[in-house]
């Protein structure tokens, strides 16, 4: 799912990560389950933990963001417009739990809830890579 050559469909899952309370644990717990190879992104970006499986990227292991939160497996679905899909969230009776934000240079995400409180996350390509005529998958 996670690994692909070309951008992904509006809609489709294109990325999954873990947010638990001790990402060291779960990565080491993982990399044993499924052999993938961990790479901490440093302090910049929390020490996200990077998995990949022959040298691709699969899944992303972080700490939670509240430690009243439970400790979950998140499916990002990817966007063309991460702002356009805010709108259609609120426009549609769900409510964005984290307005959009950059993740680094690799594309901009956002978290809401659906109107059922379903958790829904997405994930689409900077403003930067959007005004280009051949944006890059996430």
């Known amino acids: 799912m996670t690994t692909r050559d070309v951008p992904w469909d509006e809609g489709t899952p294109c990325w999954l990560d873990a947010q638990v309370d001790d990402p060291q644990a779960a990565a080491e717990f993982y990399s044993q389950l499924f052999g993938w190879e961990i790479a901490d992104t440093g302090p910049d970006f929390g020490h996200y933990q990077m998995a990949s499986l022959d040298g691709r990227a699969v899944a992303g292991i972080g700490g939670k963001q509240g430690a009243d939160l439970p400790s979950v497996w998140s499916t990002y679905l990817a966007t063309d417009d991460v702002e356009a899909a805010v709108e259609r969230v609120s426009s549609a009776g769900g409510t964005v739990m984290m307005p959009p934000m950059d ?6 995400m956002t978290f809401a ?4 409180g379903a958790t ?9 890579a959007m005004a280009s ?5 996430p």
């Not at 005529?133 to 998958?137: D, E, G, L, R």
């Open 133 to 137: 005529p051949t944006p890059t998958a």
């Open 103 to 108: 993740v680094g240079s690799m594309g901009r």
């Open 120 to 128: 829904s996350s997405a994930f689409g390509p900077l403003r930067s």
């Open 113 to 116: 809830v659906d109107p059922a």
